[in-house]
């Protein structure tokens, strides 16, 4: 953004309390007749105006901004669009990586004799740590302290790469552990729906926009502030100033009519949005909400809707900036200043939203009567699966006969006796062993929070408690909800009924619930109970949750509460009692739920700006386990060649000023020859670390036990594990392999099977290439940047595939590897490939083009040679020069060298 080529003549001014902002105006170009802004969606207007301003006729060409301004939402454009976002979140398992890269571009920055202190994002980055923090300690007042000192042990090796960046990086910012969750922090925090940066001496304002690298990265979407997940690899290319390439995307708008009922919650409300719209099918789209019904949904209400944009399959689900959006700024102690800009920019740009806003076109569309949505629950193990309250005893009974009786082996009828802390009770099928108030889906939402605080007042009140088998936690987005608890006299009620603060973190919702206790643990074995979690979280798959824990829901706070006090799901709570007095009267749910009126007297008394302001004053201090660490503040990382959680990688190793000439591919072999729809999770290490695994024999080699391995994801800043771990899987079906699953090849010189990572040493020490032979869909579902970086690593120079899922095609490319598509019609069966031939690739050394097609020769272990051509799938210019240079960030560190 250093520059304007203003082709379109968009550019404009605007002032705003006597200060005058340049921005490129959306309602200029509609009263050109270039386009409609009335029928676009507000999602897409605000990838116009990103082009519009981003303009420079190399990253962001002219025909890219026409492609958006000719948008037609009936019949889509199946084209690739530059988005260039003015910001980057990261949370600490995903960004671990981003700051070792940028650290060891640092290191080569010197030895290229550069300025290392030039290495910085160009684009803002917040990195908060919020995914290492697990429920070890609970029902107790110190239970926070004991969590956050074991997080601390754990994972010092990580947190003090991550104190070195915060102290050192210019443009990046990083919110110590114990202070919040990601989502949250940039909801109430983070985010300024509008932004403003010096260009050319002239302050220019645009929508805030961003990525991020956890896919809940949409609850931003609440707030109008355009955002999705994406893989490290793109979240990295765009801190260094690239673009994130994207489809135009179709926009599903969802029109919201009346208002919620009484004793329903946001949660009943999205659980209803998530059926809906996985019925409908929206993945790889845009939604888009509206309708009257947007004026009675609060803006924490919004941000719960979009934070499960993952689970209904959507890019994102966005709400327009409207009167909702200032109050909620208001609310959060956001800069007055910043508030009637915000304000004043919307209406200026024609992207503010009333309710005589005329509804724009979309794709297709879909409607909810707010009114009709009824309190609910999803599970048991699919966020998408909705049960009413009144029905959960029967879905019970239901999943008990469908789901979980081919897995155990006890009857439906099957108790069992546990004594515990000099208490004995009974366990069975459909107990309640774990009840989180955790997730920044839902402890966001102050309304949600106030609401389960109150039932759980009135519980005591009525003689109720939580039951003893049930694990009790409550582990909230950011700082300001206990403090507002507090306020209102609620926060000590939920500690009686065992809800203790656990920790500022995910927790529970990303599987860090931590043990149950051991008699708990030892009677579920021995039963073979299916026993349950109810939570506030947004996801519940198999196995997610605890290892020990079949059954999973997902319910608001209120209803947690309220299954902690029943102890077991297979009931009806509207119709049957929580539970009994001391007096044995029956105690009911519809007798402790909060009225509305209650609900919101404390919201609007106990949540003020001063909150807001108060907490987030020291965001980025840290507790003193945190400032114990060294802040670095030094333009190099210091390596700590010990560590088995960090190391330098070798991505710019051995590496020259000028762009080396590619060579051809010659005497390649087959690394591993793969079917249809081969995942990234199928390539990318993740999970445990098995001890018979290369991973897990390199960190035994390195003095750590198999108890302290820790998983993959936590040791994603050692290239070491992970480049073992890649093709890994234990579900991975390499065909070179007869009836064998799991990471295992050929290598062919011996004959011998031996695991993927050992074959590839040997190769390298060989010095021979490797290419991945694949069907339809390589790559597929979530982008893995490790499963790119693997691949790399490894030796593997090209991935010939039928068809390529686009963010894996594009990360191969980021790190170097060369995409190739076989002709239609062509494929390793059709060719009469095996895999065990020599391959010879051609024509990449000159005149290397987008799209351009190469001839491949294979010759077969008797001689016999095959010839085809591949399409070389490097779309653009852009991702020619990524690959000549080896990879996104050696261009971008050659570019930085150079002064560019």
């Not at 920044?440 to 759980?456: D, Q």
């Not at 009225?595 to 004053?617: C, G, R």
């Not at 990449?844 to 591949?870: M, W, Y």
């Amino acid at each position: 953004m250093a520059t304007f080529k203003n082709s379109f003549e968009a550019l404009d001014t605007l002032t705003v309390a006597g200060r005058d902002y340049y921005y490129f105006n959306l309602v200029k170009l509609d009263a050109q007749g270039k386009f409609s802004l009335s029928k676009m969606p507000f999602s897409i207007r605000v990838l116009l105006e990103n082009a519009l301003r981003n303009e420079d006729g190399r990253l962001v060409t002219a025909d890219d901004v026409n492609t958006i301004l000719n948008y037609n939402a009936r019949q889509v454009a199946a084209k690739e669009i530059p988005y260039m976002p003015a910001r980057v979140v990261l949370q600490d398992f995903t960004g671990v990586p981003a700051v070792v890269d940028l650290a060891a571009m640092r290191d080569a920055m010197k030895e290229m004799n550069g300025d290392p202190a030039r290495i910085n994002p160009i684009v803002r980055a917040d990195l908060v740590i919020d995914h290492s923090v697990q429920v070890d300690a609970y029902g107790t007042p110190n239970a926070f302290k004991i969590n956050t000192q074991k997080e601390f042990e754990r994972n010092k090796e990580r947190y003090a790469v991550m104190r070195w960046a915060q102290g050192s990086f210019q443009n990046f910012t990083v919110v110590p552990p114990g202070t919040g969750i990601v989502h949250q922090v940039n909801l109430e925090f983070l985010a300024n729906v509008v932004m403003t940066s010096q260009v050319n001496g002239k302050m220019i304002a645009y929508p805030d926009t961003l990525v991020g690298t956890d896919s809940h990265t949409t609850m931003i979407n609440g707030l109008s502030v355009l955002g999705w997940g994406v893989g490290g690899i793109e979240a990295e290319a765009v801190m260094l100033g690239q673009p994130y390439y994207m489809l135009l995307p179709e926009v599903i708008g969802f029109k919201l009519t009346g208002k919620l009922a009484p004793g329903t919650t946001a949660t009943d409300l999205v659980l209803t949005v998530t059926q809906m719209l996985r019925e409908k099918g929206v993945v790889g789209k845009f939604v888009e909400f509206y309708g009257d019904g947007l004026s009675n949904i609060s803006l924490p209400d919004r941000a719960t809707i979009a934070n499960m944009a993952p689970e209904y399959g959507a890019t994102m689900g966005f709400f327009p900036i409207d009167n909702m959006t200032l109050d909620y700024l208001r609310l959060t102690g956001r800069d007055e200043e910043q508030i009637a800009l915000v304000e004043a920019y919307a209406k200026a740009q024609g992207c503010f939203r009333t309710d005589d806003t005329p509804d724009p076109e979309y794709t297709d569309t879909l409607e909810l009567d707010l009114g009709t949505v009824e309190p609910s629950l999803a599970g048991p193990k699919r966020p998408q699966d909705r049960i009413t309250l009144s029905n959960m005893a029967p879905s019970f009974e239901q999943a008990m006969e469908q789901l979980f009786a081919p897995q155990v082996s006890s009857p439906r009828d099957k108790t069992i006796e546990v004594t515990m802390d000099g208490e004995t009770f009974t366990l069975q099928h459909g107990s309640v062993v774990i009840a989180a108030i955790t997730s920044c889906t839902n402890t966001s939402n102050p309304s949600v929070l106030i609401s389960a605080g109150l039932l759980a007042k009135k519980a005591l009140e009525k003689g109720l408690k939580s039951k003893p088998w049930v694990k009790t936690s409550l582990a909230p987005g950011s700082q300001v909800v206990p403090e507002y608890l507090k306020r209102a006299g609620l926060l000590e009620a939920l500690e009686a009924q065992g809800f203790y603060l656990v920790g500022f973190g995910c927790t529970t919702c990303i599987g860090n619930s931590g043990p149950l206790r051991e008699e708990i643990g030892n009677a579920i074995k021995e039963a073979d109970l299916v026993a349950a979690a109810v939570l506030s979280g947004n996801r519940n798959f198999e196995g997610r949750i605890h290892p020990l824990v079949r059954a999973n829901y997902l319910a608001s706070p209120p209803l947690v509460v309220a299954y902690a006090l029943a102890g077991r799901v297979d009931i009806d709570l509207t119709k049957e009692p929580l539970g009994y007095n001391s007096q044995g009267e029956a105690i009911y749910l519809k007798d402790i739920w909060p009225s509305e009126e209650e609900i919101q007297t404390a919201v609007q008394k106990f949540i003020t700006p001063d909150l807001f302001k108060e907490k987030y004053s020291h965001v980025y201090e840290g507790d003193e386990n945190w400032r114990s660490l060294s802040d670095g503040k030094s333009e190099l990382y210091q390596w700590d060649g010990k560590s088995t959680y960090i190391k330098k990688p070798p991505f710019f190793e051995s590496m020259d000023l000028e762009v080396p000439k590619v060579k051809n591919i010659r005497k390649a072999r087959v690394l591993a020859l793969l079917g249809d729809s081969v995942t990234t999770d199928h390539i990318s290490p993740a999970g445990a670390i098995p001890i018979d695994s290369p991973a897990g024999k390199y960190l035994i080699e390195h003095g750590v036990e198999p108890k302290d391995f820790n998983s993959f994801g936590s040791r994603r800043g050692n290239h070491e594990v992970m480049m073992r771990g890649t093709f890994g899987n234990i579900r991975i079906k390499n065909l070179l392999l007869s009836g064998v699953e799991g990471g295992y090849t050929i290598y062919f010189p011996t004959g011998e099977q031996m695991f993927i990572y050992d074959a590839a040493m040997r190769y390298q020490q060989d010095g021979t290439p490797l290419i991945v032979i694949a069907g339809k869909e390589y790559g597929t579902g979530s982008s893995r940047d490790w499963a790119a970086k693997g691949t790399a690593l490894l030796g593997v120079k090209a991935v010939i595939a039928e068809s390529f899922e686009r963010i894996h095609r594009s990360n191969l490319i980021g790190m170097g590897v060369l995409p190739l598509q076989f002709l239609p019609g062509d494929n390793a069966a059709s060719l009469g490939l095996t895999g065990r031939e020599v391959f010879d690739i051609e024509e990449i050394s000159h005149d290397l083009t987008p799209g351009k097609e190469i001839p491949v020769q294979a010759i077969s272990e008797d001689g016999i040679q095959t010839s085809f051509n591949v399409i070389v799938r490097l779309d653009t210019p852009v991702e020619v020069e990524y690959y000549q240079n080896g990879g996104i960030l050696q261009t971008v560190l050659r570019q930085m060298v150079k002064g560019n």
